[in-house]
């Protein structure tokens, strides 16, 4: 099984940082992407960004530029780097680990709890 906490939201004005950390705890479990996404109410979680056991990032084209995505692949833990934050950006930001369940034999994606980052105008 794999364990996710999400922290570093906050209330932030328009144009300034956050740094969001998500470690993983693993338990025969290996995993391949991290990433992040984000949900407001009324809304579909979308996607933020995901990075590769590899390296390799996606980011949504609305945050390009402006957010980074990257990992410590040794102590299973994904980081965001949120700059030149807008209101748009407001929403519960979320983690998950996609990877492969070694006991039971089959690929599982894990979510963390969400961490509330809120920008204001």
């Known amino acids: 099984q794999v364990q996710l906490v999400e922290s570093g939201g906050g209330l932030v004005q328009a144009g300034g940082s956050l740094r969001l950390s998500c470690p993983a705890s693993?338990?025969?479990?290996?995993?391949?992407?991290m990433g992040w996404y984000r949900q407001v109410p009324g809304k579909a979680r979308e996607f933020v960004a995901t990075i590769s056991s590899g390296g390799a990032m996606n980011y949504v084209n609305s945050v390009k530029g402006r957010f980074t995505i990257s990992r410590d692949n040794v102590k299973n833990t994904v980081f965001l780097q949120m700059n030149s934050l807008k209101p748009e950006d407001t929403g519960v930001y979320y983690c998950?680990?996609?990877?492969?369940?070694?006991?039971?034999?089959?690929?599982?994606?894990?979510w963390g709890q969400g961490t509330q980052v809120t920008v204001s105008a």
């Open positions: 693993v338990n025969q479990f290996s995993i391949n992407d």
């Open positions: 998950n680990a996609v990877g492969w369940n070694e006991r039971a034999g089959r690929g599982e994606t894990y």
